[in-house]
């Protein structure tokens, strides 16, 4: 399953560039580069390579920051549509409808910031769900629901 990610002692910590608490689902690979236990409650980082189109949803608690390694994305956030590649940043106020898509389907990288902490449970969830054998579907509602997720 990979490497948890080390939690916060106080004094920060290191994590190599292949760590990461690796999850899988959907065919896509989330690497939890950085979660609750580790930034005591302030943000989430996950790295996202063979990435899903996600379509449009509202966070309740959660800000949500995308910074291109690879690929070329289209987000929406609101009304306005922004065109990103290697090296840009989006990002998107929690309240505020959103949605990601590759211009190349199921290519590129991302690194996605959740503010507050927290929703590297989302991932590790659906992941669960998927390698117990759930139905996916209902997975993806129950999980939506539970951590605020309005698919649109």
Same mark, same amino acid.
């Given at each position: 399953?990979?490497?948890?990610?080390?939690?916060?002692?106080?004094?920060?910590?290191?994590?190599?560039?292949?760590?990461?608490?690796?999850?899988?689902? #959907?065919?896509?690979?989330? /690497?939890? $580069?950085? @979660?609750? %236990?580790?930034?005591?409650?302030?943000?989430?980082?996950?790295?996202?390579?063979?990435?899903? %189109?996600?379509?449009?949803?509202?966070?309740?608690?959660? %800000?949500? +920051?995308?910074?291109?390694?690879?690929?070329?994305? *289209?987000?929406? /956030?609101?009304?306005?549509?922004?065109?990103?590649?290697?090296?840009?940043? *989006?990002?998107?106020?929690?309240?505020?409808?959103?949605?990601? =898509? &590759?211009?190349?389907? &199921?290519?590129? =990288?991302? +690194?996605?910031?959740?503010?507050?902490?927290?929703?590297?449970?989302?991932?590790?969830?659906? #992941?669960?769900?998927?390698?117990?054998?759930? @139905?996916?579907?209902?997975?993806?509602?129950? *999980? @939506?629901? $539970?951590?605020? /997720?309005?698919?649109?």
């Amino acid at each position: 399953m990979g490497t948890k990610v080390p939690s916060v002692d106080g004094t920060g910590f290191k994590l190599a560039a292949d760590g990461g608490e690796r999850l899988r689902f #959907s065919d896509a690979e989330f /690497i939890v $580069k950085a @979660s609750t %236990d580790t930034t005591d409650g302030a943000f989430t980082v996950i790295e996202e390579s063979e990435p899903l %189109d996600t379509p449009l949803h509202v966070h309740k608690n959660e %800000d949500e +920051l995308w910074y291109v390694l690879e690929g070329e994305h *289209v987000f929406q /956030i609101g009304d306005a549509e922004f065109h990103a590649g290697p090296g840009e940043t *989006v990002f998107g106020p929690r309240g505020l409808p959103h949605a990601q =898509r &590759r211009v190349m389907p &199921r290519t590129g =990288r991302l +690194l996605e910031f959740f503010s507050p902490a927290g929703f590297e449970r989302f991932f590790r969830e659906l #992941s669960e769900a998927e390698r117990a054998g759930a @139905s996916m579907p209902e997975e993806y509602a129950r *999980v @939506s629901e $539970k951590y605020g /997720i309005t698919w649109l």
